[in-house]
């Protein structure tokens, strides 16, 4: 019996190399999502240029109000059956009436090993800090910004003469794997 893949709008903003890899998730057999829009509130989005070359749905909000861009982003989910929300280089702060209506169906990914690092400029506070290691995670959404339950993390030591460059190449290196590793974990757990 052939899977029913789950509805699923990836939010970007910029570059989209997540987004890349998750497309390339999606169109695997078995994997338990279909990626139908992508959504981004940036017009110039690099990522674009990603569901254009996979004919996914895209559609740009940008209203800079918080609650017209809820509105208008929550309506057109519902109009197109999404289920699944995925952040991938989203850089706006949901507001937690959308993440309530969204419960446990927005996932993100972040750049350190959380709860560490919270928040922005994550690979200069750690390398500032002299930290042995770094990673990225993977996480529920929730009202309080990067810290909702963990699904996975991964793990890179840092070397001598790391700079924000190499440490976020590792890094990104590592979101690639964990990413769609998350995704499978969540829908094995709920099938
Ligand atoms: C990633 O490092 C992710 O952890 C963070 O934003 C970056 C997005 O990169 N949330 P990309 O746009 O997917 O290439």
Do not use: W
Not at 4 to 30: E, M
Not at 114 to 138: A, I, Q
Not at 167 to 176: N, S
């Amino acid at each position: 019996m052939d899977l029913i893949k789950k509805n699923t709008v990836v939010f970007i903003s910029g570059r989209g190399s997540n987004l890349l890899n998750l497309i390339k998730f999606s169109k695997k057999k078995n994997s338990p999502i279909s990626i139908n829009l992508v959504l981004s509130d940036n017009p110039k989005a690099n990522g674009l240029n990603y569901a254009k070359k996979y004919n996914i749905e895209y559609k740009i909000v940008n209203y800079k109000n918080k609650k017209e861009f809820e509105k208008k982003v929550k309506d057109y989910l519902i109009k197109k059956n999404i289920c699944f929300i995925c952040l991938a280089g989203f850089m706006r702060v949901l507001s937690e009436n959308f993440i309530k209506f969204f419960k446990n169906k927005i996932i993100n990914i972040h750049p350190s090993l959380l709860p560490k690092y919270k928040g922005l400029n994550t690979h200069e506070r750690v390398l500032k800090n002299k930290e042995k290691f770094s990673g990225c995670t993977v996480h529920y959404v929730t009202k309080k910004l990067d810290s909702g339950k963990i699904i996975l993390q991964s793990k890179t030591k840092i070397t001598r003469g790391e700079t924000i460059h190499s440490l976020a190449k590792k890094v990104r290196k590592l979101e690639h794997i964990i990413y769609p590793k998350s995704i499978d974990k969540i829908f094995k757990k709920n099938n």
